[in-house]
């Protein structure tokens, strides 16, 4: 069975730094694209970064540095680190698999989706 597992969010004042992590299963890990989405309360979702099996990365616009993909192929394992959070980076944050080995930060490239972590940036 194929999973996807996100963890690693919650509650953190503006400025704070997280870290989520996705501990995936049921596939190749190594040879899949690994990439975070994130959806905000009324809007669509947005690709923020993606990372292939090299660790090549890329990310989008808004990101501006601070955040962080990479992951660990003989863990199976992706991470987000993430700093200077602010409020407007609350959102349901989502990692997803895709075997095309593309950096694409389009969701229709990617075929497991994991469930989801919620991350709250409020004082």
């Known amino acids: 069975e194929v999973q996807l597992v996100e963890s690693g969010g919650g509650l953190v004042q503006p400025g704070g730094s997280l870290r989520l992590s996705c501990a995936a299963s049921?596939?190749?890990?190594?040879?899949?694209?690994m990439a975070w989405f994130r959806r905000a309360p009324g809007k669509e979702r947005e690709g923020i970064g993606t990372?292939?099996?090299?660790?090549?990365?890329r990310y989008g616009d808004f990101v501006k540095g601070r955040f962080t993909i990479s992951r660990d192929n003989a863990e199976n394992t992706g991470y987000l680190q993430m700093s200077n959070l602010k409020p407007e980076d609350t959102a349901m944050y989502y990692c997803?698999?895709?075997?095309?080995?593309?950096?694409?930060?389009?969701?229709?490239?990617?075929?497991?989706w994991g469930q989801g972590t919620r991350v709250t940036v409020s004082a």
């Open positions: 997803a698999a895709g075997p095309s080995g593309a950096l694409s930060l389009g969701d229709w490239a990617y075929l497991f």
């Open positions: 049921g596939f190749t890990f190594v040879t899949y694209s």
């Open positions: 990372i292939v099996s090299s660790g090549e990365a």
